[in-house]
């Protein structure tokens, strides 16, 4: 059921993460996968189906989940913000880096340090050209991405190159 995969999606998500309302995000993510209208309406965000009139989901997945996700459109700035998720445990952004796919293939290895290990993640579109990312733990990647493509949720691997 529908419901169930929303759930797991959520949990698997906010695996790491300490949430009060993590009921009532999954609550708001099933009422917009079976009330899509009714959710873009309450959340005043009709210009999402006008793009994409099958968007809804999504956009409550951004909208829901908005208080975990890192958001940025230049790649320092995202560094930043990782770091500061992560209780700044990585550091200066690295040196000579220009490219996004090279910055995730230097952060990467640092993330595989942690207990447990760490993956960045691209999700969900973020209506705009930032980056929209989410730190999720590595052992749950796989599943996110199943569930993702099940879901009709953009995922990307930052450890793929972009």
């Not at 952004?93 to 220009?98: H, I, L, R, S």
Request: charged residues 30%; proline residues 4%; aromatic residues 12%.
């Amino acid at each position: 059921m529908v419901e169930e995969k929303i759930e797991k999606f959520i949990d698997l998500l906010l695996e790491s993460y300490d949430v009060a309302n993590k009921q009532e995000i999954i609550s708001n993510c099933s009422f917009s996968y079976t009330n899509p209208a009714q959710y873009i309406a309450d959340n005043e965000a009709e210009w999402v189906i006008e793009s994409d009139e099958d968007g809804a989901f999504e956009f409550s997945v951004t909208n829901e989940l908005f208080s975990f996700l890192i958001r940025g459109d230049k790649i320092d700035e995202v560094h930043e913000l990782i770091d500061e998720s992560l209780n700044n445990i990585i550091g200066d952004f690295p040196m000579g880096v220009k490219y996004v796919s090279d910055y995730f293939a230097w952060l990467q290895p640092r993330l595989d340090q942690e207990n447990p290990p760490l993956e960045i993640i691209e999700l969900a579109d973020s209506y705009s050209d930032e980056l929209q990312l989410m730190i999720v733990e590595k052992h749950n990647v796989e599943n996110i991405s199943k569930l993702c493509q099940e879901l009709k949720v953009h995922f990307k691997r930052t450890t793929v190159p972009y």
